[in-house]
C-alpha cells in the first residue's frame, strides 16, 4: 500500500468466520456484561410459539433478544442508545470483540 493512500476492508460480522449480524455480536457480548438479563430476555422469546415467530428473517432472534435487554436497561429507548451508554462494548467484553478490534488496528494501522 503506498503512503496516503486510502486503506479499505470488509469484515464480516460477527468475527469473520461465522454468519451473523451486529446483534449476533451484540448479543455474545451480553453474554459477558449482562448475562441475567440475556436469560430473562431468551426465556420471554422462547416462550412465544413459533407461529408468533414465523415471519422473522434469519437472525431477529437476536435482534429480539438485543431489544428484551435494551427495554430493561433503557426503557423507551432504542438499541442504540443502550449499546453507546452502557457496557455492551467495554473491556469486559474486550475478549467477544477482538476479531474486530484486530482488523480496525490494523485497517487504521495502529498496530
Not at 448479543?27 to 416462550?47: D, M, T, W
Amino acid at each position: 500500500m503506498a503512503p496516503g493512500s486510502i486503506r479499505t476492508g470488509v469484515f464480516v460480522l460477527p468475527n469473520n468466520h461465522d454468519k451473523g449480524v451486529l446483534d449476533t455480536l451484540i448479543v455474545q457480548c451480553g453474554e459477558v456484561i449482562y448475562p441475567k438479563h440475556l436469560k430473562a430476555a431468551r426465556n420471554f422469546v422462547e416462550s412465544f410459539d413459533a407461529q408468533d415467530k414465523d415471519h422473522w428473517a434469519p437472525f431477529d432472534h437476536e435482534k429480539a433478544l438485543v431489544a428484551g435487554v435494551a427495554s430493561i436497561l433503557q426503557p423507551g429507548k432504542t438499541n442504540t442508545v443502550t449499546i453507546k451508554q452502557d457496557l455492551w462494548i467495554s473491556t469486559e467484553t474486550a475478549s467477544v470483540l477482538n476479531h474486530l478490534i484486530s482488523f480496525l488496528a490494523v485497517l487504521l494501522e495502529l498496530t
